[in-house]
């Protein structure tokens, strides 16, 4: 694998003499692409794929040597690292689509899970969640039956009122969004206990928010899709790392389809004309020209980038839509940390979610524990060995005990890489198409039907593109 991503980035940079060239001597010509993409990430790759189909010419611009952003896999100073513990959820259907047509098969690369485990504090016991009603039927009916060691009868029917009325309200309105997870729980009287061992690992373990933050839409959103298609509903946890399984079969086939992706080069701004937008200027102060621009970065980015657009009302939504941090912390170990490689969550302490991945994504690894973190701002701006003790004391109180056991570690996070999904904020996300002549967003900050997922990136890539195509 590794000889190949080594190829296709020696081909990717063939393409940087000839630009340079090109660009000192300010000989390029306007509109030599169709579209210009900032962003080789889910979104953005998505965006390419729909474009180079229809034999447009397109460019992509990216800051990291390699593709992904979010969902990417990557050597951090030695150790293999990924973006983050992912999970493709079973009822996804742009992000197969999108593979299949790359010529990857999703049961190719994940393994299933049909159950969840939740940790439970300083007792040494654990709830056991069954996350596949049709593939793990008897799991996930036990989960449901069962747990009562953990969960009484009161508690479980306490969480009834709260999901019925949420699933519906979802349905039929947004006001759901006015509301955090812990408010809408507390009105429908969820004892304390469901909302703890429940909620909480549904809330803060899948986005890092608290309840008392996370918006109830997001929160109720994530899951509705999955009730018309509890039949496709199950977990998959990735065979390798994402860059290479999922996105450099894209950019291989977007490069096949006459794609130029130049990696290692930041987009700095729009290049504005008539108040439209013409093309963009790297950071190294490059000019590339273009009939439409997609801005497919993360949120924060995108702002930077967008800038020279600050006042214009168009981006109102952008400018407003705030953002929160993720933050990961990954451990290469001796020995398998937990019997099985299954997501399991951490409530009332800040692995809000964690997994084993040496049978799974790190196969090469003896041990290999991926951890997101809660408070993720508070830890982004902390070092790995300042985070270290307070990981490892946190896991001893949910009965992981890792003590001597440790060959490295690494904290991965980007600050502020996600929009918010504190409630309040889902009616600023903003539209793909921007009205501004020229620029087109993605990214999964931008509307669409599902939240801040793999899955919301691509069909935010695959809207952009449509848009594109209608302005061509
Ligand atoms: C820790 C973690 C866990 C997650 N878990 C899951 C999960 O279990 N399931 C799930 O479905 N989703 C999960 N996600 C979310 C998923 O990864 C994202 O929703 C998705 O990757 C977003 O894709 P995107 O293209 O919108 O943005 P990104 O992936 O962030 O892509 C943006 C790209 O733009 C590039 N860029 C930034 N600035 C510039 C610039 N100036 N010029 C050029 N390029 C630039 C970045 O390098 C990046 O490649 C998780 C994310 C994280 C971080």
Same mark, same amino acid.
């Given at each position: ?9 020696? *081909? ?21 692409? $169709? ?10 790759? %998505? ?11 397109? !460019? ?97 029917? &306490? ?5 019925? &009325? +949420? ?12 509301? %955090? ?8 009287? /969820? ?7 429940? =909620? ?14 996370? %918006? ?27 860059? $290479? ?22 987009? $700095? ?10 093309? /963009? ?24 980038? !967008?800038?020279? =657009? ?17 933050? %990961?912390?990954? !451990? ?19 692995? /809000?979610?964690?997994?084993?991945? &040496? ?9 290999? =524990? ?6 993720? *701002? ?34 991965? &996070? ?9 409630? +309040? ?48």
């Amino acid at each position: 694998m590794e000889n190949e991503n080594k190829e296709l980035y020696s *081909k990717t940079y063939s393409f940087a003499p000839y630009e340079q060239s090109r660009h000192n001597t300010k000989k390029y010509k306007p509109n030599e692409y $169709d579209v210009i993409i900032a962003g080789a990430g889910l979104s953005g790759l %998505s965006c390419a794929f729909e474009l180079a189909s229809k034999n447009k010419r397109i !460019l992509i611009l990216e800051t990291h040597p390699y593709a992904g952003g979010r969902t990417s896999s990557f050597d951090d100073n030695g150790m293999k690292v990924e973006s983050g513990l992912h999970r493709y959820i079973g009822y996804y259907s742009a992000l197969p689509s999108l593979l299949k047509q790359c010529g990857v098969k999703i049961n190719d690369i994940v393994t299933w899970e049909e159950k969840t485990d939740v940790l439970i504090k300083k007792q040494n016991k654990k709830l056991v969640l069954g996350v596949a009603p049709f593939f793990g039927f008897i799991k996930t009916a036990r989960s449901i039956l069962g747990n009562n060691e953990v969960l009484s009868a009161r508690d479980k029917l &306490s969480l009834m009122p709260f999901f019925l &009325s +949420g699933f519906t309200s979802y349905v039929f309105s947004d006001r759901l969004d006015k509301y %955090s997870v812990a408010e809408y729980a507390n009105r429908h009287k /969820v004892s304390e206990k469901a909302k703890r061992l429940i =909620l909480e690992p549904l809330s803060t373990g899948i986005f890092f928010r608290p309840p008392e933050n996370y %918006s109830a839409y997001a929160f109720f959103g994530l899951f509705a899709p999955a009730i018309p298609k509890f039949y496709k509903m199950r977990i998959g946890a990735y065979l390798g790392g994402m860059t $290479d399984l999922m996105c450099n079969p894209i950019v291989k086939k977007v490069q096949s389809l006459g794609g130029e992706f130049h990696f290692k080069e930041p987009v $700095d701004s729009v290049i504005v004309k008539d108040g439209g937008v013409v093309g /963009v200027k790297t950071k190294s102060n490059k000019e590339y020209f273009a009939e439409q621009t997609v801005i497919a970065t993360t949120l924060p980015a995108a702002k930077k980038i !967008l800038n020279p =657009l600050a006042d214009r009302r168009e981006l109102i939504k952008l400018f407003r839509l705030p953002c929160m941090s993720s933050c %990961s912390f990954q !451990l290469e170990l001796d020995r398998p940390s937990m019997k099985k490689d299954i997501t399991t969550f951490g409530p009332g302490t800040d692995l /809000v979610s964690l997994a084993e991945q &040496s049978r799974t994504t790190f196969r090469e690894s003896k041990g290999r =524990l991926s951890v997101i973190l809660g408070n993720a *701002k508070e830890y982004s701006n902390k070092q790995t060995e300042e985070i270290l003790p307070s990981v490892l004391k946190q896991l001893n109180s949910l009965g992981i005990h890792l003590d001597g056991h440790i060959i490295d570690a690494r904290k991965v &996070s980007e600050e502020n890489d996600f929009y918010s999904l504190d409630k +309040g904020n889902q009616h600023l996300r903003p539209r793909q198409r921007t009205g501004i002549k020229g620029l087109t967003l993605a990214g999964d900050y931008t509307l669409t039907s599902s939240f801040a997922t793999m899955e919301g990136a691509v069909k935010s890539g695959k809207k952009a593109a449509k848009n594109c195509l209608q302005s061509l």
